[in-house]
């Protein structure tokens, strides 16, 4: 190591360059921004647009060189006369400051406008391709304008030539109340106040204090394009749209179209002509009413005379009336008298017809007798069948006995035929045949139905008796008491 002593520091050097905080740095570039510029007028496309809830916007301006912050403070923003939107080519005005916290310098603005007529009508066009593609401006929405309305509202300034115009018009045509809404047509929340007088309207009530117009006529005078654009505003299209009022448009003059014109229901080139579209005229409309009145006299008297001509040509081809009636009557009494005739004529074809079939039927007791001859064939059929039956058995049952030759056996046939005998005297003791061979008759009336009581024979009667040998015919006589008894005959 070294013992020798170190050397004194060297002093330090002198400048001449002045030595500044960071505070006088940023506090004189402030001084010199605002002092060489002031108040200025920028141009460029607004970007980067944000609104903070504050109420300030902050946004850049840029051009193809560069680009420049810029605020708008909260006191500013309704006095800036446009709505600031991306993409929009403007003019700021107002003055360059620097922000010293950040080294940054920045466009403080109090004012813009549309840089030109190309930004304006990008702008316009834009919107309106938006607009369409909602079908705010389809033909569908369109309303038909009232024939003569009762009342007209007017939604124009109160000052100027255009609601004299409107006036002039609709009270030289077809005298109407008209009802003005007074509103700014250009400049600083005009739009606003436009679309608040138009839903104004259509928020009117039938039969309330204010009335409710029939047709709206919303209306300014000519001007730039700058002076139109309130009307070229969304909030005042969305407006038009959807107020239920049919709407006429009349902005600017001939030549000038704005966005409420797409909107409305029909556009007028300008205020006067809104108010004869409004209202007809009384002269061309009484014009029109008389010459439809002489039209449909016309067309009544013609045809009355068509209708004159077809009934007399009918009148010439009807037959004579009292002809017909005559016709008519003679024909209902010749109806009448064969009618008279045609009932007593049926009723003796019938009587005769009737006859000849009588002719052709036999007597009821020779039917009976037929009858009753079949019913005594029959019993002889029957009695000899039963003596040939019981010959037969008896035959059989003798043959049997002969066979058997058990003395028990022939005990009990000559039993059991002994009980047959015995039976068969029994029958023959109860047969018909045999009581009427002990003097007994059978009495049938004339229908050959059995009479079993006195009292159902009344005096008169035919009567059939049936003996045993053969039938008698007689009639009954003799009173109540005697057919208690016996039937005399």
Known sequence: MSDTPPRPAAPPLASNIPEYT???????????????????????EITELKRYPSGHIYLSLKDEGGKIAAVVWKSAVSRLGLEPENGVEVIAQGRITAYGERSTYQLVIERLEYAGVGALLARIEALRLRLTEEGLFDAARKQPIPLLPRVVGVVTSERGAVIQDIRTTILRRFPRPILLWPVPVQGEGAAQQIAAAIRGFDAL???????????????????SLE??????????????AACRIPLISAVGHETDTTLIDFASDRRAPTP???????????VELAADIAQKAARLIGALNRLTQECRLRLQRAERGLPDLP?????????????????????????????AALVDVERHLPAPWQIIEARRNAVALLAQRLRSGLQHVAAQRRAGAAQII?????????????????????MAGRLEAISPEAVLKRGFVLVFDRNGAPVATAGAVKPGAELRLHFADGDVRAVAGGSGKQRQGSLPL
């Open 22 to 44: 960071v505070s006088e740095i940023s506090g004189a570039v402030k001084r010199t921004l605002e002092g060489a510029f002031g108040r200025v007028r920028v141009r460029g």
């Open 205 to 223: 009530v039938e039969g309330g204090p204010v009335p409710r117009p029939d047709v709206l006529i919303v209306a300014r005078g000519g001007g």
């Open 227 to 240: 002076d139109l654009m309130a009307f070229n505003e969304e909030v005042v299209v969305r407006a038009v």
């Open 272 to 282: 006067t002509a809104a108010a004869e579209m409004a209202v007809p005229a009384r």
């Open 323 to 351: 002809s017909l009636v005559g016709t008519a009557r003679q024909s209902l009494d010749d109806r009448a008298a064969r009618l008279l005739m045609a009932l007593p004529n049926l009723v003796q074809a019938r009587r």
């Open 402 to 422: 002969h066979r058997l030759t058990a003395a028990p056996l022939r005990a009990s046939l000559r039993e059991a035929g002994s009980r047959l005998d015995g």
